[in-house]
């Protein structure tokens, strides 16, 4: 595994821009196929997800708001939700996936070289878990959007 590669940080923007853009379409498209904001008694209660200037916004009231950021310096995305609390993740260029950096931490620690995770370990995978937790499904496959 090799964590944060990135060859620059023009590099970094366009893999997390696209992850989060990923996201994006994916969350979207579950909201179009789940949610009727038709039905919504006021427009708080409307689903929506938004991204702007590296931040990726999704409110799912009543639940919450969830926040996935870019952070810049230290080449990793941050994640802020009302269920799992914040994370930071660091990107795995070898299978293409943003993993928790307490796992990656954990791995880098031990006397083994390679950092084995499992789905959830990822920002794919927990988005995946939550969504799965609320509404009894999955938002999509991991490499449906690329984190």
């Not at 995305?77 to 943003?98: A, F, L, N, Q």
């Not at 928790?100 to 995978?125: A, H, Q």
Request: charged fraction near 30%; proline fraction near 3%.
């Amino acid at each position: 595994m090799h964590i944060r590669t990135f060859q620059n940080a023009g590099h970094y923007h366009n893999v997390a821009d696209e992850s989060l853009h990923s996201i994006q379409d994916t969350v979207e498209d579950y909201f179009e196929e789940h949610f009727d904001a038709g039905g919504a008694e006021q427009e708080d209660d409307i689903a929506e997800v938004n991204y702007a200037s590296g931040v990726l916004t999704i409110y799912l009231p009543p639940h919450g708001t969830w926040v996935i950021n870019k952070q810049t310096p230290n080449e990793q995305i941050w994640w802020s939700s009302p269920i799992s609390g914040p994370r930071r993740y660091e990107y795995d260029e070898d299978r293409e996936r943003w993993v928790y950096s307490r796992v990656v931490d954990e791995g880098e620690n031990g006397d083994v070289g390679e950092v084995t995770y499992v789905e959830d370990d990822t920002l794919g995978g927990i988005l995946n878990k939550e969504f799965k937790d609320l509404f009894g499904e999955r938002l999509g496959a991991d490499d449906e959007f690329h984190c």
